[in-house]
């Protein structure tokens, strides 16, 4: 089989099997499974790139760089809706509807408001070539290199069958090859609420909602980074020049009979009351669904009927959106806890008589920092208003002002954020143009060390799961470590028989904690087990404020050994991707601190990697031999790890800075000052992206 024949046949087969699992729910092979075929597509189309065909799945893992998003002018306006609150003006819509349409009969759509991004998706003969935000509704930017990214979004319709005789054509049925289709991006709550953790572990501000979290993602400019954060997009419309369908109902089952993620959630219904009935049936049903929602909309189902009722200057006239009040629920404010993270920030909770919202128990809120607290002017013992921010995170919005009691009583209990830190009694500081207030003593703040070890052993940093927070806490009140280097000396005789009775954060009940012969020997398996990390892993673990998974991974890749990391100046940091001012001198401020230094000297003695590892790569020409190259900035074609391949493959070697024996520096955008200062002054030849690709 040739290399054009096998690329086509695990494109489509990939493909098939992308639309078992997003559109059916099936999985017919195993992750492994499918990894080992994406693994080989990529590889095909590496050596092949003219083969590589517009609807491969390897688009959706990302890793582009898109600098700039073109502004697009959409061919079919984007207007906005008009809404209500009000089940009475819905009525009252319900009678323009029916004197529009002279008293004929009519149905209506109803759906699910989900709360994102509206997306313009455009496809021609069948294939994706263009993703559009809506922008001001006449033109938005294009995103498509994001677009791509999602998972359940088919990027070609009516496949071709493959050898395979189990797969079958993704029909296009009655929707043609060229037509448009809206859609509402969004974030599914999982992945904003792992990313909220991840933010707060990393230093970093939560987000607001999950649809302010899609906006963002959306208009990333790194492909990678939108591919990882798992975001979806519900298809809610269809437009085409052609008449295809009669019903916005028969438009609906043909997208979804095609591929397309159609939410099950809509209904056809005759009258306004029934669609007054769907509103309330969903009303707290919604929370239930795996996205933020924030309302309903009701359609004209007749697509004539719509041509009829026509438009305003601003919305249609066949369409609204009932718009569902946030919910929010007094209930009495019992104490305010002050947290000390890891970082050292001092975050306030709201300690709460638990309260029903939203489907949930609340008992906790957040009340974010010392200005919100001041803002909101909040006694101990008063009853205060509580609701769910995009309807996932529980916040304090305010006080019951009909339930206050005399304010002597309320001066006596005022919240007041502390001076000192709670836990260790050092003063605050607050650093300018921030919110946060912290606490200076990293080294010894009981909370932040426990914090820093805690980050260190996670999964997705050193993966030691043989040790949790309970242990690690018994360990630091024996005395035993005092820093994450002090788990690589740990060993039997220092481990074994300690015993503790232990109060679990999570439950508040006590339980008994051994360091048996099977627990040591676990703890120690797992230690052992984390010197094979990679050193992206490592520069993660170490839990440099704001370097979070992703940035380690790219700062890894472009730096390679901890040794080169140490030696960047702030514009050399600045050229790495997401690596903007604030990252950089938060890399400078840590890897200039003595206790920091020590600590990475101790896990370098302890056995962990602090260098990249060798990456293998497949042999294309001889046309770099003998020649040295070091790029700096960001380019159109090249991801940095494409580049270091791209020459490497090619004969030419990578060095780590601007020496008189560099043959050429490879200039992109953002290019750092220093090292074009120093290779213009040792007469190194700079040369361009398009001129590298001349080279080749």
């Not at 313009?120 to 498509?144: A, C, F, H, K």
């Not at 249609?316 to 019992?334: D, G, H, M, Q, V």
């Not at 370098?604 to 020409?621: P, R, Y």
């Amino acid at each position: 089989m040739s290399a054009a024949e096998r690329i086509e046949e695990l494109t489509n087969l990939l493909n098939y099997y992308n639309n078992k699992y997003y559109q059916e729910a099936v999985s017919e092979i195993s992750d492994q499974e499918f990894d080992f075929l994406l693994k080989e597509l990529e590889t095909l189309e590496n050596q092949h790139p003219e083969l590589k065909l517009p609807d491969s799945p390897s688009h959706r893992v990302g890793g582009g760089i898109t600098k700039n998003f073109e502004t697009v002018t959409h061919k079919y306006p984007m207007l906005s809706l008009s809404n209500t609150y009000s089940e009475d003006e819905l009525r009252e819509w319900d009678e323009r509807v029916k004197k529009g349409l002279n008293g004929a009969t009519y149905e209506y759509i109803c759906e699910i408001k989900f709360d994102g991004i509206s997306l313009s998706l455009t496809y021609e003969n069948g294939i994706l070539v263009r993703g559009v935000t809506r922008g001001d509704g006449t033109q938005g930017d294009d995103i498509t290199t994001n677009i791509k990214t999602l998972r359940s979004l088919p990027l070609k319709i009516n496949a071709k069958k493959t050898t395979n005789p189990q797969i079958g054509l993704f029909g296009n049925d009655d929707i043609g090859l060229d037509f448009e289709i809206r859609g509402e991006g969004f974030m599914p709550t999982e992945v904003f609420e792992r990313i909220n953790a991840e933010r707060e572990d990393i230093g970093e501000d939560r987000l607001a909602n999950p649809r302010n979290a899609a906006a963002g993602t959306f208009k990333m400019q790194d492909s990678g980074v939108v591919a990882s954060r798992n975001l979806d997009c519900f298809i809610y419309q269809y437009m085409s020049e052609n008449d295809n369908f009669k019903t916005h109902e028969e438009s609906l089952i043909a997208l979804k009979k095609a591929g397309f993620n159609v939410s099950d959630s809509y209904r056809k219904v005759n009258d306004i009351e029934s669609v007054i009935a769907y509103i309330n049936e969903w009303s707290e049903k919604r929370h239930s669904l795996r996205c933020a929602t924030d309302g309903i909309v009701i359609k004209i189902n007749n697509y004539a009927q719509r041509e009829d009722l026509g438009f305003t200057a601003k919305s249609p006239r066949w369409a609204i959106a009932y718009k569902y009040k946030a919910e929010s629920k007094s209930t009495t404010l019992l104490d305010v806890t002050f947290q000390v993270g890891r970082t050292g920030a001092v975050t306030p909770v709201a300690e709460l008589k638990p309260v029903e919202l939203s489907m949930t128990t609340v008992r906790r809120a957040t009340l974010h920092n010392a200005d919100e607290i001041q803002r909101l002017g909040l006694a101990i013992g008063d009853e205060v208003l509580v609701e769910k921010a995009g309807e996932i995170i529980p916040k304090v919005t305010g006080v019951d002002t009909s339930k206050l009691r005399n304010e002597e009583t309320r001066a006596d209990n005022k919240v007041q954020f502390p001076e000192n830190c709670p836990a260790c009694g050092s003063k605050l500081y607050r650093n300018e143009g921030e919110a946060a207030y912290y606490c200076p003593n990293e080294m010894g703040c009981p909370p932040q060390i426990k914090g820093r070890i805690e980050h260190f052993i996670q999964r997705k940093a050193m993966n030691i799961d043989s040790l949790g927070e309970g242990k690690i806490e018994i360990l630091m009140e024996q005395g035993i470590i005092q820093d994450v280097s002090d788990l690589y000396t740990l060993t039997y005789d220092k481990l074994i028989g300690i015993e503790k009775t232990h109060v679990d954060e999570t439950t508040g009940k006590e339980r008994k904690v051994s360091f048996k012969d099977k627990t040591v020997q676990n703890i120690l398996d797992g230690i052992e087990n984390s010197k094979n990390q990679p050193y992206s892993k490592v520069l993660f673990a170490l839990g440099i404020r704001f370097v979070g998974e992703t940035t380690a991974q790219k700062l890894a890749a472009y730096f390679k050994t901890q040794e080169a990391l140490e030696a960047a100046s702030f514009e050399e940091l600045k050229t790495v991707p997401d690596v903007g001012e604030k990252v950089a001198q938060s890399l400078l401020q840590f890897l200039k601190e003595e206790k920091n230094l020590r600590i990475i000297q101790n896990l370098k003695t302890g056995g962990l990697k602090f260098e990249a590892d060798n990456i293998v790569t497949e042999h294309e020409s001889n046309a770099l031999e003998g020649k040295t190259f070091l790029y700096t900035g960001t380019f159109a074609s090249f991801s940095r790890e494409e580049l270091e391949q791209k020459i490497e493959s090619n004969g030419g070697k990578l060095v780590s800075g601007v020496s008189k024996k560099l043959d050429f520096l490879i200039v992109g955008d953002g290019a750092g000052p220093s090292k074009l200062k120093k290779a213009e002054d040792l007469g190194v030849k700079m040369i361009s992206e398009d001129e590298f690709k001349a080279l080749l």
